[in-house]
């Protein structure tokens, strides 16, 4: 069974669309992440929620708005698609919020914006 | 703040030979720090943590890590590197990764 799991894993679109990334968790905990992948390979937090609450949002354009249902979903919806959001976007979950928990990666979504 | 720095961008060894990543930190307070691999074209995949006890953390796949206060520093290490290691590597402290460091193990 996938642990964090990712939908779709590559996705190709227009510049100005819209796009949806869902990730899942079946690890039963309670704070998922999203981050961002360049094309240098920097990592960077982009938000991070616990217990379905908001609790990091990391500078990261309007265009982007996170979404979770409930604990096991948190889903990454993206307005107005621009060349700079090319990037692959990784989902990650923990047991609790806070620094000493360890991480598991969903396998990654490339995105390129055409 | 956090911070953490990975000073070497690439790093190439000899199969059988010891491998040493480097990663030093800035944080206020006890650190919790991590070793991310990350193999071509995959995802990311947790190697070893340190959040407090002994100073030297043994990890997956053979890796070891060391916790030096005094230097601020968390390097990864292997007594004996092997071909399959070649991957690229992140620290990270707390939710702030390094830059990454690409590890190439030559037969």
């Known amino acids: 069974d996938t642990a964090v799991s990712q939908t779709p894993k590559y996705l190709v679109t227009q510049m100005g669309n819209d796009k949806s990334i869902k990730c899942e968790q079946n690890?039963?905990?309670?704070?998922m992440y999203w981050y961002k992948q360049d094309s240098k390979k920097f990592l960077k937090i982009m938000f991070s929620?616990?217990?379905?609450?908001?609790?990091i949002n990391e500078t990261v354009p309007n265009r982007f708005s996170p979404k979770s249902p409930d604990k096991a979903h948190l889903n990454l919806h993206i307005n107005s698609l621009e060349l700079g959001d090319s990037a692959v976007y990784f989902c990650?979950?923990?047991?609790?919020?806070?620094?000493?928990?360890?991480?598991?990666f969903g396998p990654g979504t490339r995105l390129l914006v055409l | 703040a956090q911070s953490v720095a990975q000073p070497e961008d690439q790093v190439n060894v000899a199969e059988g030979n010891p491998l040493t990543v480097k990663c030093t930190y800035s944080?206020?307070?006890?650190?919790?720090l991590f070793w991310y691999v990350q193999y071509p074209n995959r995802g990311l995949q947790f190697l070893l943590k340190?959040?407090?006890?002994?100073?030297l953390v043994k990890g997956s796949y053979g890796f070891e890590a060391e916790f030096n206060k005094s230097q601020t520093s968390f390097h990864l290490k292997k007594p004996s590197a092997l071909v399959s290691d070649s991957a690229l590597y992140f620290c990270?402290?707390?939710?702030?990764f390094g830059a990454g460091t690409t590890v190439t193990v030559r037969a």
């Open positions: 690890l039963g905990h309670d704070t």
């Open positions: 340190y959040i407090t006890g002994d100073n």
């Open positions: 990270a402290v707390e939710l702030s």
């Open positions: 929620y616990n217990n379905k609450e908001l609790i």
């Open positions: 990650a979950s923990s047991l609790l919020f806070g620094g000493e928990e360890t991480q598991y």
């Open positions: 944080v206020s307070g006890n650190p919790y």
